[in-house]
């Protein structure tokens, strides 16, 4: 039975980054903050439509955290949670694997 719960687990965290977009807008995150523009800039060919279809994917399980910043002009920014930036630090693992071997 536990062996069930890890691999539900398991599967669960593939049906998230396993979605297109979803670990490069991880990784556009990790260094600091950005708006949707600037995430729409480091990622040009994704769709502004698709980009808000998945932030708010992100949002709700928790990986991304939404900022409305109340300053003059009102902004948004978008953050990782601890949640997000440790799926983060595991993404960087397989992007040391595809820097040697893609």
């Known amino acids: 039975m536990n062996e069930l719960k890890v691999c ?4 669960g965290a593939y ?5 297109k977009w979803m ?4 990784h556009a995150l990790m260094e600091e903050p950005k708006r949707f523009s600037e995430i729409n800039t480091f990622i040009p060919e994704l769709s502004k439509r698709m980009l808000t279809e998945r932030m708010k994917e992100l949002e709700e399980c928790g990986i991304v955290l939404r900022n409305v910043i109340t300053d003059r002009p009102v902004r948004t920014e978008y953050s990782l949670t601890r949640k997000g ?5 595991a993404l960087q693992t397989v992007e040391t694997w595809a820097e040697k071997w893609m």
């Open 8 to 11: 539900n687990k398991v599967e």
């Open 85 to 89: 930036h440790d799926l983060g630090l």
């Open 23 to 26: 670990c490069l807008i991880i």
């Open 15 to 19: 049906q998230i980054i396993g979605k």
